[in-house]
């Protein structure tokens, strides 16, 4: 890496889960506007075809118009090629298939329990965790051998159990956890500004907030725009729009019917605690006691949000996988825009070319007093030249402190079991979720067919 | 007070809801055993009645040969009264009779939730939080009128709750929650260790534990008896029995079948979470969620323990009464046997005459530094010449962090609600409940029936 | 207060010590230059002349060809005035007079301790302490009244006790404390990489630091320019030149021979200690051993540093009064060019229109975990709308905390001792500091003498 | 070790610096004493006759008529002949000679710095910690490996840097550092007692202390006999004495000439600060600048104690070096009597025999919540079987909290360039001595004089 007059050339990420395709194709789009930046991506995948597919869709950019800034891509073989020299690492994996998936989001159903995503917290999100967590040991652990100086950010669910994971394996590793949640409740507050005062084209950044909790379970305990206080705005919106439901679409960059929300669940739970939950209904729904908001199909659609079914998600997939094909071959061309992620603006940060603060996720040192220390949370950080330091950020709130200090244990004791290999542990990880209503033995039972459906990813359980 | 060569006299002692037909009595007996202590106790009652039969029944001590020390009992008119000069502070009361309880017990059975005991947590415990949190306001006040240098001790559950509204009216006051169920456990290890090493006489004190949690579901990190670990011994012992269960009977001073248990809970938890759940499983089964032990009539029993109707309450309450009336009148004779106890104990280390080491409920400054500071806990401390000073006991253990932690913060947001006479915030913490599976309209129409039930009670709130 | 398309416009700012002759004429400066902020100041002291002189002197500034925001200024009579309804509040006053100050600085001495400044530890920063709380006591009283919502800025030394005092009688009291000293050190370390490395042209904004400490006595922990960590650049330079030490001239803004140092104790400093000392010499040796930098005028000298008389700050006053005549008769005009200071940039971050990292002085809620809780230290912060919060420090470096741990306690001793008039307990503060290696016989003298003669000053605690 | 009915036997005591003419007679004294114990204590010194002298001295002890418990002594050449198997393990080692003890003491008078003990802080503590560290880390490591789970009693100094090293080197070691300096204050005031209000036969143990602190400047925030607050009366104590002094003689076990005070600086200590200094004032006098107590030996008289000249301790060793050989050739015999030291009580509340409550230095893990986590500091602690665990003794009062702050970071920072060994860094710690009021020059020449003087004894620095 080199530094040039305006910015930074020769850059090294390493992309670990390269063969993405979702995420990676944001990161190539980003990296293309970003015309302080250049330098290379190598791609690293356990599927070598996708990755290799993603070099040439990432290598057909710098012919696009619109690309600013041109960067390399190189599929590699091994985690070792990628990551060493690195700069910068990034991580989106899949745990397991969607095969895999569909046993976390639906062998559940069979017993009355219904998860709006299943990747996160709920039986599907501990499984998905049980997968995972071995994966981020064996990538903490090349890290350490291969860059141990790099930045590590991670896009992989479950948020909380992949960041603890790194810190556990490599304590000094330099990693966080980034989630743009936060970032659709800033929207959310810019919509109800200008529903209930009648101002307009507030910015995302414009939404100050301050951020305490956990990934995908995080709260505001302030949130200003200008020097308006917006809780009092946000009351009356909430209000207005628990009942029947706020917007007829999600943000477009994501929207899908199946991603859909009216915004009910998160307006129910700020006029219950007077804290603003700030991540999408369908995951605050799983961080809530089941029968909440998830007791049936028809409860969550009568709170305004879908359960996001896997057969979906596969459909979707071939959709990606189609798109991959054609601008492999050059039938359709990528398009830049701006993701609205903040990935390349944290790197920017890093490499000391201007400093960011925003929300991110790392072991708690103090800026949230009432939950464990070394627990991963989401707070705001600072980020500048070669550090992120978390911003005090105050306690959780006493109304929401008994659910946000529950899950944050179960993540924490999840971690513990999936290192240890401790299946029964992790069943009983898997019984405090709050999402898990079964008595003990029908807890079992699930508990043992989903461990059976998922058994070829966890043979170093046995 | 004054000091005599070995001991203390003329220690005055109010005893507030000095009418009880239960505690008061065992106290009468372990005063009238501690030889090196004299003095008066006054006893106030709403109940006037029942002082006066008390201070009445109290006088007859002094008669019994077994009388180490004469104390004199005064039934009087008012709180100031009993407090002006007071050096200790007893309060044992009911908040409301056994009509709220039959509320607070059953009314949740019509929505299939079960409750053992009903007097901590659960939908039970937070109605009679709610009527108890504004008397104990009221006692406050009156100590730092009247005798703001007082030790107080609070009998009164729900402990944690009554021992945070002390603190939160009055931030000076000496006060402090005893319970004996960690006695229990203590005692159970000896069983323990006579069943599996075949060690005999092991006294409760001979058990040396670390406490830590909160009231009722405190749980022990470490438990020695001399040189030996008696965890191993306990997992032995836990895997003998908890399938059938250990015991016939409890401990005889509180044996009554609906207060019996096999043990099956407790040893249950020790064989999930690996430390020592320390409380009885009636009260244990209540801070878990509502289908793991508590699911229906059945469940609890397949686990050993019985659900105790309050109509068995009321039954007992009779039986009381009718001794009262022999007591008071000389048909019966008061025995004289120390309870196990350590109230008077405590009361000889506050005089600094004898310090003791015991399990005690404080605000937490640091003690458990993974719990909230301020929040009401349990763990040991060291009662010395005025003072009680926390013993370190160390985090709660991640596998129960999240269980504790929950609950811990439930019962700190009652106490916000119910000082801030906020029923809706009160609703909020009732739907946080572990035994509260209800989904959120079921769980309103189940409050706004308990709450209608008590209202006698509640006018407060109004 | 009203927000405009790129700013804000009706600003209200109440400026206590309003007649000054340097911050005042600064910030008006900086004012004329924000193109996006304009309001009103309203101008408090004492001294009402001097007051209206500045009055006169800013609402000049309008005419000049460089302004670019036209702000009104007005003395007023009352600080009831100058607050009601004021949005931002600015303190910077001098307690006392210079004969004050005479004596805080010379009087000792006598006694052979010599001081470089003594306006913040020793025994001139003591008395100066004396006299200045009692006077930030009646601001807070009145902000709280006034203007509680308000946010305050305190450049008055001693910059901590000022901020303690502030919090302590107005807990919620929006406040901090500013201080460029940090800037000269991150100025310094862009000439060391210049010299070391080549490498030109770095802007201090350019140097990311991390800040730990107590205000004048701040320590960096990380110090970055793009990916370079300083520390290893800096540790040659101070190899360097801490024997001869560096630099024929110090910043223009503020140059002058009295105030010139050769940085020999900060390079010093720092080769003992590995931390990067952050703050002028003359400071910095203040709160060392006495018998370090400051046993007498010839070791100051052979450390670079000359020890400022008051006399010269009386010249330095007149010459100041007569520029303050002229700009009143219009004999000369001011001119406007950016001070370097970050009030201005602070203000905006506050109304929410641009986020802002800066060092600065509040109350420790956990961002140097190992001093303690409450004590105002310095570190970077958060400055967004409404909020500023701390960004966390870690901890400061062992081998300076005996040094650090001391005079923060020794100012949070000050200020108990000052606020509650107890002269005994400022005298134990006074005999702890680190400059005073006198015998307690001594000690004693001398601050008798320092007491009477700024009698004046301190008849509140008589 | 078994246990007995009423005990336990074939305890097995490991002693490093068994050959001992003080502490280990002491010890052998208290054993023959505890009827309830018995078994063997294997003694390891460098200096192995010395050992084989308290071997045969120590068997002898089993013929005296009031030995109540026949232990056996065994000299072994050894530190693992010593260890293995051991359940305790007794450090008490006098690092170096008196030889270099004349240095440490001595050497800086020649540049007027007097120090009253010289073996704990002040330079003399500095060059004996440089000592000490080296063999404590060999101590942990043989201790880690051949008896881990053993309780081990540290009696040397300096005592803070003694345990922070044994923690550092083994962090799972299970030891703590004793001192008796509390007792001797809790017997001044028993005495304060008897001089103010007439109340007599107050014993030590009567009057309950809150210990906070460090070794050697540990401050009582709480003292109280029975329900009386003996601060009060303290105050009126010291009021009366502190100008002419307390007392003819100390207690008779420690009696000598240099070793007596008049309390003066302990009372002089309580009137300024508010909280009671609880060392003996040759101690406390070392922890505050040099130039209050001992700027010269008359002022060190005028406040009512004497220096203790090496010369004595070498006269003094030559007599207990007779007496040993006397004990030795049966031509005096051992007495049996309590020292009044806790060593075998604590024993005996390790092996769960019975509890106690007292003063001890181990690391701080929030029971001093103003001092860093992890310092070595001195609190009330409970034993019981097989634990140690602090009393929460709250913050160091902010009066003393400099003071205090200053020698914790010290000893921290010795210990970390010990373990380095890197004596710049000690020389920097050097520095930094409450007692060093030198300038850097003379500091340096001081400094190296010392290494020299002593090298015999520093070569792992080399």
Same mark, same amino acid.
């Given at each position: 890496m080199r530094y040039t007059d305006n910015g930074a050339e020769d850059i090294k990420i390493a992309y670990i889960g390269g063969g993405s395709r979702g995420w990676a194709w944001g990161l190539m789009s980003d990296l293309a506007a970003a015309q302080d930046m250049s330098g290379s991506v190598f791609l690293y995948d356990i599927d070598r075809e996708a990755a290799a597919r993603n070099e040439?869709?990432?290598?057909? &950019?710098k012919d696009l118009k619109e690309c600013r800034s041109a960067w390399n891509y190189k599929a590699v073989e091994t &985690?070792?090629?990628?990551? !060493?020299?690195?700069?910068?690492?990034?991580?989106?994996? &899949? $745990?397991?298939? =969607?095969?895999?998936?569909?046993?976390? @989001?639906?062998?559940?159903?069979?017993? #009355?329990? +219904?998860?709006?995503?299943?990747?996160?917290?709920?039986?599907?999100?501990?499984? *998905?965790?049980?997968? !995972?967590?071995?994966?981020?040991?064996?990538?903490?652990?090349?890290?350490?051998?291969y860059c141990p100086q790099a930045w590590v950010i991670n896009y992989t669910n479950p948020m909380t159990v992949c960041v603890k994971t790194l810190y556990r @394996?490599?304590?000094?590793?330099k990693a966080f956890g980034c989630c743009h949640e936060v970032f659709g409740t800033q929207k959310l507050l810019g919509l109800a500004l200008e529903d209930i005062k009648g101002?307009?084209? /507030?910015? *995302?950044?414009?939404?100050?907030?301050?951020?305490?909790?956990?990934?995908? =379970?995080?709260?505001? !305990?302030?949130?200003?725009?200008?020097?308006?206080?917006? =809780?009092?705005?946000?009351?009356?919106?909430?209000?207005? +729009? *628990?009942?029947e439901g706020f917007g007829e679409k999600a943000d477009e960059n994501w929207l899908n019917r199946f991603f859909d929300s009216r915004e009910q669940v998160k307006l129910d739970l700020?006029?219950? +605690? %007077?804290?603003?939950?700030?991540? %999408?209904? *369908?995951?605050?729904?799983?961080?809530?006691?089941?029968?909440? +908001?998830?007791?049936?199909?028809?409860?969550?659609?009568?709170?305004?949000f879908k359960l996001t079914p896997v057969s979906w998600r596969k459909e979707d997939l071939k959709n990606r996988l189609a798109r991959s094909e054609r601008l492999y071959k050059g039938e359709e061309e990528m398009t830049i825009n701006q993701t609205g992620e903040e990935g390349v603006q944290q790197m920017r940060s890093l490499l000391g070319l201007r400093d960011l603060v925003t929300n991110v996720n790392i072991p708690n040192c103090g800026q949230i007093p009432n939950l464990p220390l070394g627990a991963v949370?989401?707070?705001?950080?600072?980020?500048? /030249?070669?550090?992120?330091?978390?911003?005090?950020? %105050? $306690?959780?709130?006493q109304s929401v402190y008994p659910l946000v200090s529950r899950v944050c #244990?179960?993540?924490?004791?999840?971690?513990e079991a999936a290192m240890g290999r401790d299946l029964e542990l992790a069943f009983q990880a898997f019984c405090m979720d709050?999402? &898990?209503?079964?008595?003990l033995k029908d807890a079992r039972i699930l508990y043992n067919t989903m461990v059976e459906n998922t058994a070829k990813y966890l043979t170093m359980y046995q």
């Open positions: 040439c869709i990432g290598n057909k &950019m &985690m070792k090629e990628a990551l !060493t020299g690195a700069d910068f690492v990034v991580i989106s994996i &899949m $745990p397991g298939t =969607f095969d895999e998936m569909e046993s976390d @989001v639906h062998a559940p159903e069979k017993f #009355g329990i +219904y998860q709006s995503v299943g990747d996160t917290t709920g039986p599907g999100g501990l499984m *998905r965790a049980l997968r !995972t967590i071995p994966m981020f040991e064996e990538f903490a652990a090349a890290i350490r051998k @394996v490599f304590p000094k590793i101002i307009q084209g /507030a910015q *995302r950044e414009d939404i100050r907030v301050n951020v305490v909790g956990i990934n995908h =379970f995080t709260w505001l !305990t302030a949130a200003q725009y200008k020097n308006m206080d917006l =809780f009092p705005i946000y009351r009356e919106f909430a209000l207005k +729009y *628990r009942d700020f006029l219950k +605690y %007077g804290a603003i939950a700030a991540a %999408g209904d *369908r995951h605050l729904a799983e961080f809530c006691p089941g029968s909440w +908001y998830l007791k049936d199909e028809e409860t969550a659609h009568s709170w305004g949370v989401e707070t705001n950080a600072h980020f500048s /030249a070669d550090s992120v330091r978390p911003v005090f950020a %105050g $306690p959780v709130p #244990g179960i993540q924490e004791m999840t971690v709050p999402n &898990m209503e079964l008595g």
